[in-house]
């Protein structure tokens, strides 16, 4: 995602003027912060242009002649393949119903002339970084709808198999680690959606009503509130909170508590000496609400995308445990790939109770089928999570020890007695109760484990079992 943010600036721009002296000065501001700039006289010019090569933004102009700006926007609309790039429209008209008729056909902006430069670059970054996380959005979907394809195609292989059962039992608690993130999504699109409706379009008139003092105050608030790399906790916020209402109290402003409240929100937590004058200003709360508005439209972007990596990583092990290897071949392989796939599938079971150790070597890449070493890992770490009723220390240690690979996972959990050991990787024996288990886990284990030339052992006492697995290095 920050890959395709950071190509903002090198985004294609469509101008679209009559008048040659504002297209030849559009052009210049956009060609020096690194924008490909198009720009063309007039609307027919314009829609010809958008059709052959889609720009990433159009910037309307719209009293024109022949076809004025409005009827340009509708066009473009109208077209599947124009239709969604955002249309910033700019004119010299001020009128409030020209205005809501550039929303209504399908303007996402309006700026006024004459414009400040640093406003038209802002609100073009602005449209381009929603117009690009959109994308990303729709990326992130289609890859979500991919998976869950390929898992329905690989149902009917699963379903004959123990990694089927797995699957089941493992599936609430994937179900939660996906869905986590999207509700956070969700929650972030609509918070998105809520400051495109409610803060865009009173945003010219918002920069026409307070004074330059005041919007420098704004800016500051911006970049110190999206400028901020350190994480705290919530006790360190609570203490931060505490001294800005002293601060602010000392200085007799007015509501310091719900200012307090809103500066650690948006994450500005020291140096409040230098934004004491602005709270004494006559408009300073409709700019520290509009403020607010804009870090917390910023927090979306960063929830989001947090978010999305999370999901994906979930993704990304579902698809790769549940992959079905038609021909059976022998690939190389990392072992740590399988057992931290494993781990990121069995997340939920593990993150209330379980404290998982790894003590992981340096190992090579070996020749093995990594499809069936993951039901291995999965049967191994079930029967531990089992064993200690969800609450204790899984141990992972892997090593090489001269031709071999040995794997070890440890549990301290209530132990197997010694008269069971002997009986735990015949088929169809289980300790489990009925319908708990299929009593072939270990059997399989141990078949698989054995097809790669190798060995499986456990020892136990109580409080501490191991199985401990022996492959060999080809």
């Known amino acids: ?4 943010l950071a190509n903002i600036d090198r985004a294609n721009i469509l101008v679209v003027d009559d008048t040659p002296e504002n297209l030849r000065l559009l052009a210049g501001i956009l060609s020096e912060k690194g924008y490909k700039v198009r720009p063309v006289p007039n609307g027919k010019l314009a829609l010809s242009a958008a059709q052959k090569m889609p720009p990433d933004l159009v910037l309307l102009d719209v009293m024109m002649p022949e076809m004025d700006g409005y009827e340009v926007c509708q066009q473009l609309k109208d077209s599947e393949i124009t239709k ?5 429209f700019i004119s010299a008209i001020n009128d409030v119903m020209d205005k809501v008729k550039a929303f209504g056909v399908g303007g996402v902006d309006f700026i006024t002339k004459p414009f400040q430069v640093e406003e038209v670059l802002a609100r073009i970054e602005t449209h381009l970084k929603i117009c690009s996380l959109q994308q990303i959005l729709q990326e992130k979907n289609q890859d979500l709808a991919t998976a869950i394809q390929e898992l329905q195609a690989t149902q009917e292989h699963l379903i004959q198999s123990e990694k089927m059962a797995a699957l089941g039992q493992l599936i609430a608690g994937i179900a939660h680690e996906i869905n986590t993130p999207l509700g956070i999504i969700g929650s972030s699109i609509d918070n998105i959606a809520n400051f495109w409706d409610d803060n865009l379009p009173k945003m010219p008139q918002f920069f026409q009503e307070i004074s330059e003092e005041s919007k420098g105050y704004f800016l ?18 609570r203490k931060f909170k505490q001294q800005l209402i002293r601060d602010l109290t000392a200085e007799s402003v007015q509501t310091p508590d719900e200012i307090a409240d809103t ?13 004491l004058p602005f709270f004494k200003l006559p408009d300073w709360e409709v700019v520290f609400n509009t403020a607010y508005q804009f870090a917390s439209f910023k927090k979306s972007i960063s929830l989001i995308q947090r978010a999305t990596a999370k999901s994906g ?11 079905f290897d038609n021909k059976q071949e022998k690939v190389h392989a990392n072992l740590h790939d399988g057992i931290d796939t494993v781990l990121t599938l069995y997340q939920n079971q593990l993150k209330h109770g379980i404290e998982v150790v790894k003590d992981y070597g340096n190992l090579p890449e070996i020749t093995c089928y990594p499809d ?12 531990a999570l089992q064993a200690m009723d969800y609450k204790g220390i899984l141990t992972l240690e892997t090593q090489q020890q001269e031709a071999n690979i040995i794997l070890k996972f440890t549990d301290n959990g209530k132990g197997i007695p010694p008269e069971v050991i002997p009986k735990i990787f015949q088929p169809f024996f289980t300790t489990k109760s009925a319908g708990e288990g299929s009593g072939l886990g270990l059997d399989i284990v141990r078949k698989i484990v054995k097809k790669h030339e190798g060995t499986i052992d456990v020892e136990s006492v109580p409080g501490q079992t191991t ?7 080809y």
Do not use: C, G
Request: no cysteine; aromatic share 10%; proline share 3%.
């Open 1 to 4: 995602m920050n890959s395709t």
């Open 84 to 88: 969604d790039i955002p249309v910033i």
């Open 220 to 237: 500051s608030l911006l970049y110190r509130s999206t400028n901020q790399t350190n994480l705290f906790t919530s006790r360190e916020k």
């Open 263 to 275: 500066l650690v929100d948006m994450e500005i937590y020291d140096n409040i000496e230098q934004l």
């Open 313 to 323: 990583k979930v993704v990304f092990a579902l698809k790769s445990y549940a992959h």
């Open 372 to 383: 069936d070493l993951n039901q291995v890992w999965t049967n191994l770490i079930h029967n």
């Open 467 to 473: 199985f401990t697995v022996s492959l060999p290095i």
